[in-house]
């Protein structure tokens, strides 16, 4: 049984800082997404199964840094400058490895989830 385990997460005030840390079972290439009430889920950032390539959706460019230690099993979504569009449930997302050491962004690229974690950011 795969196992994609969120932390972190929480109340900030707008400019401030968070950190979420998701740990998985094994090894995958790994995505978050974000999905506010009322709208659909939406990537954030994805990080290849090696660590070396790494995405972002254009909105939280320069804010967002994902990273992972595969040593652990865990991967974090360092979450500076917070808005209060950022304001969402977050989830972690887990694709089995294949032969491609991509990034994806579409949530039907992937096959675990977490159960999410919420981020509300104030203004």
């Known amino acids: 049984q795969v196992q994609v385990v969120e932390s972190g997460g929480g109340l900030v005030q707008a400019g401030g800082s968070l950190s979420l840390s998701c740990a998985t079972s094994?090894?995958?290439?790994m995505g978050w997404f974000r999905q506010a009430p009322g709208k659909e889920r939406t990537f954030v950032a994805a990080i290849s199964w090696s660590g070396t390539r790494t995405d972002y959706q254009d909105s939280v460019k320069g804010r967002f840094t994902i990273s992972r230690d595969n040593a652990k099993n865990t991967v974090d979504l360092q979450m500076n400058n917070l808005k209060p569009e950022d304001t969402a449930v977050y989830y972690c997302a887990a694709r089995l490895i294949s032969a491609t050491d991509g990034t994806y962004y579409s949530p039907r690229d992937y096959n675990y989830w977490g159960q999410g974690t919420q981020v509300t950011v104030s203004s």
């Open positions: 094994g090894r995958y290439a």
